[in-house]
């Protein structure tokens, strides 16, 4: 994790915003089946996905919408710390 992740985490959590490790069951008919943890929410609301990678890549936004409807929620943020500007990209559940 690099410096920048660690700061917002952070300061998130010091604000009382930052909710981690979430356990969603993904299931079919009320069957639960596979258990994932995801990582952390903001407000419990948002799901935030921190990467330390060399690009974004479209599987990336992918794999966080996935996140999205698993658990519920409407909007994500996939931020990339890997390069000396921090890389956003806002995923929504359609």
Same mark, same amino acid.
Request: hydrophobic share 65%.
């Given at each position: 994790m690099s410096g920048c992740e660690k700061a917002? =985490?952070?300061d998130l959590r010091d604000r009382g915003?930052?909710?981690r490790q979430m356990e969603v069951i993904f299931g079919y008919n009320r069957e639960g089946f596979v258990r994932h /943890?995801?990582? /952390?929410?903001?407000?419990?609301? =948002?799901?935030l996905d921190l990467k330390a990678i060399k690009n974004l890549e479209d599987i990336h936004l992918a794999a966080a919408r996935c996140d999205l409807e698993v658990a519920g929620k409407l909007q994500g943020l996939l931020q990339n710390f890997a390069n000396t500007t921090i890389a956003t990209k806002r995923a929504v559940d359609s």
């Open positions: 917002l =985490i952070i915003l930052l909710r /943890r995801l990582a /952390r929410f903001v407000e419990d609301t =948002i799901v």
